[in-house]
């Protein structure tokens, strides 16, 4: 293989890990402080970028200008369905597990219902930025350059809001212990509510960066879901060095296996990364990371 | 109590048998699609009621038995009942190793485990040199309602046999005992990987032997409408719906959101996913143990009291 080649693979990878991760990071947040897998995650996800798609073809809002827009209004979904599915799971744990499941599952397909009908089953994309820089030998997309970037600042502003605020370590410290943390006076129900809105906010800011890289339909969530948990199970769950060099790696695979497999390998690539690491830890790496 | 189950399961199917060919193609029609979504819920059921795997990808069991029908009867020109038996038989085959493989999964994995495996398989399909890729097959045309129709109904008694069964066994009982602790089950001798697959294979067995009467039905194939997750949606629903776990609920949900489905899906397609979706979480948080238990408070005891897990 050419070294032109495997740099330029390379780069393309990490930059879409980039990505990835912030994808990955509002699942770990939701599922730290509320243990529901929230498999509507890429739904939400894949509602950011149909807007973001819209606004810009539309109006001419970048997805960059969009991102406050959309951390805003998917903090405010998370939220609202917190307060009103979520909150509602029964108390044993092993019962909460499968009725979160079903939830969200109900939640994934209710989103997708929606988005069809407001934006119709098109594949849309945003064409921002489409041009490459050209660094010797190798081409940077434009696009893929500033999601990373953005994607990468918004992530290190959530690890400062988690390490740094009252409010970061209050979510913190719900996720490490319940019961210590509801000792503490933390209000348990408050902070299922914030991860929520905190979550779908950087997942909504996420997907409006995955416009300027992929099309996308209603229909796409799922696909979205899947590459989320498999940068988590990747990267282990609480561990924020993890999340990075899970999407970093996924990223990689991606781009590889798109390249010398096909472009349905390199979506299918999350998937297989996901049942191949779950298969020598048949309980994830969610279980115990967390725990 | 189980004779007067099987004197109304009975009952049923033998409505279901004689009113059909009395009625109009659109009576057929009606028919067929609630027979077809009862049969798959009891096939759901199977794995996620009484083994307590919830699996949102078992359409793919569907989707073979389509393919085995359309590629069988287009390619090899086979005749499709011959077809449609050995897309239940791929089915049964195939969910044996991946019933091991994924069965090693637990809750949330395995769920979406399932849900990746449907997608996977429709990108296969899709990308594969002799399915016909994603824009189909065609069957030849012919009036095919009424054959896939029994076809359909022979499934569906077999499907709530097969229930009837796991509910009154002793392979039921380690099931459920698995369902509620697996480990527990396992320290007390329950072969559980063993049962685990056992029930994994017969509930893949139902939609395989399904999807082969649906493609036959329709005369056309393609993966997206094939390996859909909308189907595996609306199982989900009214298995949910009609109360997981228990031997009538796939019959009292699926029954009651067919029509639904099919008086909303052709011309709403969003607001009857919506419909389906919203479905699942308002059940869930009105009625979490659905329609059969909330009707028979001495089922629901039992239910109470197995399903703690559930």
Redesign the interface.
Known sequence: MHLELAAQLTIDGLLLGGVFALAALGLNVIFGVTRI?N?AHGEIIVLAALCASVAFQQRGITPIAMLPFAFVGGAVLGAILERI?FQ?L?S?P??A???S???T??????????S??VFTGDFRSTPYLTSGLQLGPISIGESRLVAFVAAIAIAGALAVLLRATPIGRALRAASQNLEGARACGIDIGRMRTISFALGSGVAAAAGSLFSMIYAVNPDSG??F??LS?SVVALGGLGSYAGTLLGAAILGLAVSFAGFFG?A?LG??MP??I??AV??FR???I?GKGAA | MSDRRIAISLVVLLVCAIVPPLGSGYVQSVFYIAVLYVALSYGWNLIAGYAGYLSFGQVTFFGIGAYAVALGVTRLHLPWLLCAFAGGAIAAILAIPLGYLMLRLRGAFFALGMLGLAQTTRIATETAPFTGGSSGVYLPPGSNTLPAYYWTLAVLALAMGLTLWVDRSAFGLRLRALRADERAAGTLGVDVTRFKVIAFVLSAIVPGLLGGGYAWYLTYVDPASMFSTRIELQTVAMVILGGIGTYWGPLVGGALMSQVSESLGARFPQGHLMIFGGLIVAVLIALPRGIVPAISPARARRAARTAAAA
């Open positions: 897998v498999l599915v509602r029964p044993d092993a019962g597990e499968t009725t499941l079903l939830l599952f109900g939640v994934a397909y209710f989103i997708v219902g929606f069809l009908a799922s696909q879901t899947l948990f096909s349905q979506q299918v998937y297989v996901f049942i779950l298969l048949p309980n994830g969610l």
